[in-house]
């Protein structure tokens, strides 16, 4: 059973940058092309929107209104892939996922982690 549970700071000042991580266990993010893991959020009162994602082969692909704010970097030793958003707005406020997604949609998901910007 794979498992993934984000983790970072809930609250960002505006202009900053939200880092957050994802470990996963259960299954390893370096096996296997098939398997994009990713980040997903979900603002207050609005649906999912993909972030972006990397592969085992650590290469990685982002949403095109996001891709130049956004970073996606993965730590193989540690089975952790990290999310960092640059120069945050409150508009970013929004609960963070992580998930694994294979061709039929996402398969596994984290809880998900409120995340603020505010001063």
């Known amino acids: 059973q794979v498992q993934l549970q984000e983790s970072g700071p809930g609250l960002v000042q505006p202009s900053q940058t939200l880092s957050l991580t994802c470990t996963v266990s259960g299954g390893s993010i370096a096996t296997n092309d098939y398997y994009w893991w990713s980040w997903i959020r979900q603002p207050p009162g609005k649906g999912l929107e993909w972030i972006g994602a990397t592969t085992y082969g650590g290469s990685t692909d982002y949403s095109p209104s996001l891709k130049s704010r956004t970073s996606i970097s993965r730590d193989t030793s540690k089975n952790q892939f990290t999310l960092q958003l640059s120069s945050v707005t409150p508009e970013d406020t929004a609960v963070y996922y992580c998930?694994?997604?294979?061709?039929?949609?996402?398969?596994?998901w984290g809880q998900g982690t409120q995340v603020t910007v505010s001063s």
């Open positions: 998930a694994r997604i294979i061709p039929a949609g996402p398969d596994y």
